[in-house]
Each structure stands twice: as C-alpha cells, then as structure tokens.
Antibody, heavy 116, light 107 residues
C-alpha cells in the first residue's frame, strides 16, 4: 500500500522560501498518477496548491502560480514543493496526496509550517 | 475558478440518523466530484469519487449522487465515528477547488 510522508522545516521566516518534500513508499512515483499538494490554514478549509506527473508536467492554482514550483525526483521517489516570498498567510498544514480518478485517495499525515 | 458551496455549514445529528449534505458548483463539473471526511488533526479521507463511486474500504452507509452543478452526500445511519468535517471537491477544471466544509456534530 502506498504511503506518503511530508518533511521540511516547521518554521520559515517571512519573505523566505518554504520547501517541503513528500516521500512516496510502497509504490512508484512513476505510476499513472498525478501527485498533489494541498494546504489548510489553522481552523480553515482545504486549498489545492498544484500537482505534478512523473514526466514533470505540472498544474498550479493561479493565485499561487507566480510563487510555486512543484518538482519530482524519480530516482528518490519523491516530489517537492517550493513556495517563495512567504507571508503569515502561508501558515498552514501542508499535505501531499496521490491523485486517483480525480480524487485524492492517499494522503500524508501533513506538516505544519509557520511563517514568522 | 469554480466555486463550491456546501450546505449546511454545520449540522447536529444523533447516532442512527440519516444525514444529507449538499454541494453546489458555480458551473458544470459533470460528475468530477469527490467527497472527503476529515477528523481533527488528521488528513482528509476520500469517501466518494466521480460523484457516486464508493472508495474501497468505505462503509456502504455513505453514498453520493448528482451531476452537473448539484451533488449530495448521504450517510444513511450515523455512527459515532462519522462525526467529522466533510468537504466536496471538483476535479473537472483547474484549479481543483473545495467546498468550505460541513461540520457534523453530535446532538
């Protein structure tokens, strides 16, 4: 069974860059799935950030597109998120997830990133 | 962006009750609609995909219906473990968007 695990700094300075990695285990990142990032500010709802295919094709939400890069490293079976010029509004729980049948069927446990 | 609006925003119900949550899209999303359950401090869990397909391992008391702009999630007989927040999500057009959530509380 596929498992996902996010990792990265829990604290990022304002105007800095948020960098997170999602390790995929129990399956190949080169399978016929897209891989997504979703975030959730404390006490609020879910926001889709973007997704990547193992070919490197990406889709991003327009509101973050100028600041977001999602990349994939097939050799390590990981995909990553970079968000630049962060502010307090980017403080959130960040989840990685596998996209299947246009739903997200496997999720990481999430990692809280605070911008100070 | 396609706006997803859920109603109600919160609902109180008792064990054994039948509960229906609705989700309306601001434009046609065909049947590219998913439902998730999220418990406090946990990742969302996929319940329903493609509007009405039950995800593997999800109890049959959960069902989804609808197409176009109007969708429903029904829990036929509430169990104690069903008290959580529920989200709909459209996947017909980028960017994918979620509803604001419906909190299901114990009466």
């Amino acid at each position: 069974q596929v498992q996902l695990q996010e990792s990265g700094p829990g604290l990022v300075k304002s105007s800095g860059t948020l960098s997170l990695t999602c390790v995929v285990s129990g399956g190949s990142i080169s399978s016929s799935n897209w891989w997504s990032w979703v975030r959730q500010p404390p006490g609020k709802g879910l926001e889709w950030i973007g997704e990547i295919y193992h070919s490197g094709d990406t889709n991003y939400t327009p509101s973050l597109k100028s600041r977001v890069t999602i990349s994939v490293d097939k050799s390590k079976n990981v995909f990553s998120l970079k968000l630049t010029s962060v502010t307090a509004a980017d403080t959130a729980m960040y989840f990685c997830a596998r996209v299947w049948a246009r739903g997200m069927d496997e999720w990481g446990q999430g990692t809280l990133v605070t911008v100070s | 962006d396609i706006q997803m609006t859920q109603s109600p925003s919160s609902v109180s119900a008792s064990v054994g009750d039948r509960v229906t949550i609705t989700c309306r899209a601001s434009q046609d999303v065909s049947t590219w609609l998913a439902w998730y359950q999220q418990k406090t401090g946990k990742a969302p869990k996929l319940l329903i995909y493609a509007a009405s397909s039950l995800q593997s391992g999800v109890p049959s008391r959960f069902s989804g219906s609808g197409s176009g702009t109007d969708f429903t999630l029904t829990i036929s007989s509430l169990q104690p473990e069903d008290f959580a927040t529920y989200y709909c999500q459209q996947a017909n057009r980028y960017p994918y968007t979620f509803g604001q959530g419906t909190k299901l509380e114990i009466k």
